[in-house]
């Protein structure tokens, strides 16, 4: 391993769910209009700031509810049927920057949802409660939708009805082939069990690529916003691979006293993490091995 190396992770940063919904806040605000955005557009602070000083106006649904005859982005997440009710009836252009993954997984559910009622099948998604895109996918299903986070959730179902699980597409395969094995064992009698493997692999593949990136620096330091879920699983990999790894949302989060001119050093990020936002560790980082020397 070379001695003194500061390397950015070339596989981390921005999915291309997220690079085209700024492209697009961007181009819209480009033309000098107001634009609201529904929601964060992405979990990172500092990217959140640098839009907002473009013009963009971050606004959550209760807001949304109450304007009329303007331009609100919808960031990758996706959204449920009842956002798009409200634009029509509030004569809201919709700027649609939902990622295309998510919008075929809201197809499908609601397909689904809808061939299985007379069935009475449960429609569960494996996700995380409260976050905007399983919001999104439980309004495919008007709400009936079961969500499971965790273990301890898979006592909500019943097992003597039919049960069709599907993922939200940030989730870890891991995680989702362990609910997939306990469901199967418990389902009783003549009910049926399906899944849906609708993970992004454009997202999951992050994890081996970050323990491998992990594994090759003798420090670490993880660039994310305090809000990213996705930053939170990263991190965790990042942190069982290499004990040295250190969670920043900003140069101002690192200690300097961890930084010396002899290890080799490795920058990564989450899906929500900008690429200058990692140029910028990069340079503070820099900055202290020149005092050092």
């Known amino acids: ?41 992405v979990h990172n602070n500092q990217e959140v700031e640098r839009l907002e000083k473009l013009g963009l106006r971050t606004i959550n649904h209760e807001q949304f509810a109450g304007l009329h005859n303007v331009k609100v982005l919808l960031r990758a997440h996706g959204e449920p049927p009842s956002t798009y ?13 939902s990622c295309p993954v998510v919008l075929r997984l809201q197809k499908k559910i609601y397909d689904k949802y809808e061939n299985e009622l ?70 009783i009698g003549d009910a049926t069990f399906e899944y849906n493997d609708t993970i992004c692999r ?9 323990k491998e990136f992990a594994t090759n620096h003798d420090i670490v330091f993880f ?32 200690d300097p006293a961890v930084i010396d001119n002899d290890s080799s050093i490795g920058i990564c990020g989450a899906t929500s993490t900008p690429k200058w936002q990692m140029e910028e560790v990069e340079a503070y980082v820099q900055k202290i091995r020149e005092r050092l020397k």
């Open 1 to 41: 391993m070379a001695n003194k190396k500061i390397e950015i992770d070339q596989r981390s940063g921005f999915c291309f769910g997220v690079v085209n919904a700024i492209k697009k806040a961007e181009e819209e605000l480009a033309k000098g209009e107001i634009l609201y955005c529904l929601g964060d557009i």
């Open 85 to 97: 009710e409200i634009a029509k009836r509030n004569n809201i252009e919709i700027i649609d920057a």
């Open 118 to 187: 007379p069935n009475n099948t449960q429609i569960v998604i494996y996700g995380k409660q409260g976050h905007a895109e399983v919001n999104g996918l439980i309004g495919q299903t008007a709400g009936n939708a079961i969500v499971v986070e965790k273990k301890e959730d898979l006592e909500k179902l019943d097992y003597t009805r039919n049960i069709c699980l599907f993922s939200q597409t940030t989730k870890p395969l891991d995680g989702f082939q362990e609910m997939i094995d306990i469901i199967q064992s418990r389902m």
């Open 202 to 210: 454009q997202v999951s593949n992050r994890i081996p690529n970050i």
């Open 223 to 254: 660039v994310a916003g305090q809000k990213s879920s996705n930053g939170k699983v990263l991190f965790a990999e990042c942190k069982k691979y290499n004990e040295r790894s250190y969670f920043v949302s900003a140069p101002s989060d690192i």
